[in-house]
């Protein structure tokens, strides 16, 4: 069964240094998004992608945080400067069309100290 | 704006047990998405169920059912004889065919826990 797979699954780092989270979503969906969740707190929104660039972004989503999809079957999200209220579960997720259902990554636990 | 409230922030029953999760919603889309999710302990989000606004009939999937109101804004999720694997947190989630990103709001979830 295709799935969204997502490295590392557990990633720390020290404050100010950036991060790569990577993401291999379902090969024939056609949008990709970033959610973060901050420990027991609810899933938020933070960017989706669609045609290879940016259709919607949320106010989370400042100039340290960018995305891309260097090829077919990556996508990955840089914080350039991380700081400790980073620190949160990343999911990446993609839909094969609107509307329908989004399959999430296991999410990639990001602890910043 | 979009809008999912789970005003039930936890829930403890006995195993066997029937559950209602609620759910309400708001939107100004004429056309939008429902979702449940389940997040298990290990922290994955499960993709449970989808209904679109236009389609109003109830599911049922095994212990499973869903309850779609248009009138009240709702879409609660029932677990009938609820078993200890069911102990997860559940997020009801909403997406509008208006917003450009297609991207989901979630509701804050209900924690369920069910004991033997």
């Known amino acids: 069964e295709p799935e969204v797979t997502q490295t590392p699954s557990h990633q720390v780092t020290q404050m100010g240094q950036e991060v790569i989270l990577r993401c291999v979503p379902i090969?024939?969906?056609?949008?990709f998004y970033w959610y973060r969740q901050i420990l027991g707190q609810k899933v938020e929104f933070l960017v989706s992608?669609?045609?290879?660039?940016?259709?919607?972004k949320s106010e989370i989503f400042d100039d340290q945080f960018s995305v891309e999809r260097p090829d077919g079957s990556n996508f990955t999200l840089k914080i350039r400067s991380t700081k400790l209220e980073d620190s949160a579960m990343y999911f990446c997720?993609?839909?094969?069309?609107?509307?329908?259902?989004?399959?999430f990554g296991q999410g990639t636990r990001l602890t910043v100290v | 704006a979009q809008k999912v409230t789970q005003a039930q922030t936890e829930i403890s029953v006995v195993e066997k047990e029937d559950v209602t999760l609620d759910c309400v919603y708001e939107t100004r889309d004429t056309t939008y998405y429902l979702f449940w999710y389940k997040q298990p302990p290990s922290g994955e989000l499960v993709f449970l169920i989808r209904r679109n606004s236009f389609d109003e009939q109830n599911e049922i999937s095994g212990r499973y059912s869903w309850n779609f109101q248009k009138s009240t804004s709702s879409f609660n999720f029932t677990i009938t004889a609820s078993q200890v694997v069911d102990s997860a947190v559940y997020f009801c989630?909403?997406?509008?065919?208006?917003?450009?990103?297609?991207?989901?709001?979630f509701g804050g979830g209900t924690r369920l826990m069910v004991k033997p």
């Open positions: 992608f669609y045609n290879n660039e940016i259709s919607e």
């Open positions: 997720a993609s839909t094969l069309r609107r509307g329908t259902e989004a399959f």
């Open positions: 989630a909403l997406s509008g065919d208006n917003n450009a990103g297609n991207m989901l709001t």
């Open positions: 090969s024939n969906h056609l949008y």
